[in-house]
């Protein structure tokens, strides 16, 4: 079975601090990993994936097979930074997965 | 940019009254999917929808649900008998088949309290 865990579920930092969400996942085989974020009153959108290796406002993400992880990490958090964030996984690349999300991390930056 | 649409916004239900939610997915997209999100709890995969038909469902998608595209552009779940443990934040998504993006765009929701 496949499942997401994300051990915080409530973040609080400062504008300008280091900022990490913490992804495990299980899954046997090779997973697709993504993060999604909702930001207040808005819908969940895709921020990032494992695949693209890309940076997105700042946040990356590293898949660590032999950790099972995916921690999202920024280096110096922005106040609309604060939002929903969830760990999610699917099946080997492939159209029509479905998406097992982790539990979401509620990030908060404080001025 | 094209959006993923749900209407209603909220519905509010009497328990074993049937509800229709629907959904309007980008529209060059072929895969559509619903998910749920319980209060307090995770979003959680209900069914997959592609070529008009079923292609994954859950353990919770049992007879009580169905889905249809009725016609080019809507995708409906239908609940026909609500129970209150169906109250829950549904979200429809649809996605491409395009092998260099697999993203499943969201709606924004459908808020459902069955009383």
């Known amino acids: 079975a496949q499942r997401v865990t994300q051990p915080e579920k409530l973040l609080s930092v400062f504008k300008g601090a280091p900022v990490e969400l913490k992804c495990n996942y299980s899954?046997?085989?090779?997973?697709?990993l993504f993060w999604y974020v909702q930001y207040s009153r808005q819908r969940l959108q895709l921020l990032l994936r494992h695949i693209s290796r890309e940076s997105i406002k700042g946040f990356t993400a590293d898949l660590n097979k032999g950790e099972t992880s995916f921690h999202l990490k920024k280096p110096f958090a922005q106040e609309e930074d604060s939002a929903m964030y969830y760990c999610a996984l699917s099946g080997p690349k492939a159209a029509g997965n479905k998406l097992t999300f982790g539990g979401g991390t509620r990030v908060l930056v404080k001025p | 940019e094209p959006e993923v649409t749900q209407t209603p916004s909220h519905q509010v239900t009497q328990m074993g009254q049937e509800v229709i939610l629907r959904c309007v997915p980008i529209?060059?997209?072929?895969?559509f999917y619903w998910y749920r999100q319980i209060l307090g709890q995770k979003v959680e995969f209900l069914v997959s929808?592609?070529?008009?038909?079923?292609?994954?469902k859950s353990e919770i998608f049992d007879d009580q649900f169905s889905v249809e595209r009725p016609d080019g552009s809507n995708f409906t779940l239908k609940i026909r008998s609500t129970k209150l443990e169906d109250s829950a934040m549904y979200f429809c998504?649809?996605?491409?088949?395009?092998?260099?993006?697999?993203?499943?765009?969201f709606g924004p929701g459908t808020r459902l309290t069955v009383t």
């Open positions: 899954y046997s085989g090779s997973p697709e």
């Open positions: 998504a649809s996605s491409d088949t395009s092998p260099s993006s697999y993203e499943q765009y």
């Open positions: 529209s060059n997209h072929l895969y």
């Open positions: 929808f592609y070529n008009n038909e079923i292609s994954e």
